[in-house]
């Protein structure tokens, strides 16, 4: 269970520390939708695996579209290629039929030149805003990087160094959590039920208490209110 940040929280230092909890977990969650879907959008809570993958698709877009126009200029050059060696075979040819012929060639592959120049100019307006856009997804993920890394500043600098490392080494043992929920009278990470005296201390929120079984940093959340 996910300790709200609405719950009333008297001491600071545990405060801090949910709030840690909730940036570790949010950075947790980015980092396994990363792996598990890459060059894919994710709605995701902090949006910023969806900035990730937008980025990756829209450079993959760029380099087809340069790919795409790449080749068509190449068909480009080989037709007036054909058109050049047409044209100096025109002036060989011994009959008008064979004229009209060749004549033909010319005008079917200057056709497919004009189509091809046509599809190119429609890539390059579509490139335009590829790069535009990949360049908008790219500033959106710094700046959502940014603000991920001044959060995490900000809420680990409101800490002792003491309770700061005492975090960090729960939150290593246990796999990204060092913050549990109390309800019912049970920590939720690993379901073991409190004795009635830390049950009674825990659920003032006022001081830092630890789970006697799991070792997290424990914070009471008050039952729902029945309607």
């Known amino acids: 269970m996910i300790v709200p940040l609405s719950v009333c929280i ?6 801090n520390l949910v709030e840690l909890q909730q940036l570790d ?38 380099a087809e579209n340069q790919k795409s ?8 050059t080989a037709l007036r290629e054909k058109i ?20 033909h ?6 056709a497919a030149i004009r189509k091809i120049e046509d599809e190119i100019l429609t890539e390059m307006i579509e490139s335009e805003s590829l790069e535009r856009q990949l360049r908008s997804s790219e ?31 729960i939150y290593a043992a246990r796999k990204g959590r060092a913050v549990a929920a109390v309800s019912n009278g049970a920590c939720e990470s690993c ?23 799991c070792g997290c940093i424990l914070v009471y959340v008050a039952p729902p209110v029945a309607q």
């Open 191 to 213: 379901h073991v039920r409190l004795r009635p005296q830390a049950f009674n201390e825990v659920q003032t929120n006022e001081q830092i208490l630890y789970c006697e079984s």
């Open 69 to 76: 126009r790449r080749k068509r200029e190449g068909d480009i």
């Open 139 to 169: 500033k959106n993920l710094a700046e959502e990087r940014a603000r991920a890394d001044v959060e995490i500043r900000a809420a680990r600098s409101l800490l002792s160094e003491q309770i700061y490392s005492g975090y960090e080494r």
């Open 84 to 103: 050049s060696k047409h044209k100096d075979q025109m002036l060989e040819v011994k009959t008008n039929e064979q004229y009209r012929a060749l004549q």
């Open 25 to 62: 977990d949010t950075i947790r969650s980015l980092e396994a939708e990363i792996q598990s879907l890459p060059r894919k959008i994710a709605a995701i809570e902090s949006q910023l695996t969806e900035h990730i993958a937008s980025v990756e698709a829209d450079k993959k877009k760029v």
């Open 10 to 15: 008297m001491n600071v230092d545990l405060k």
């Open 105 to 110: 060639e010319i005008d079917f592959h200057e």
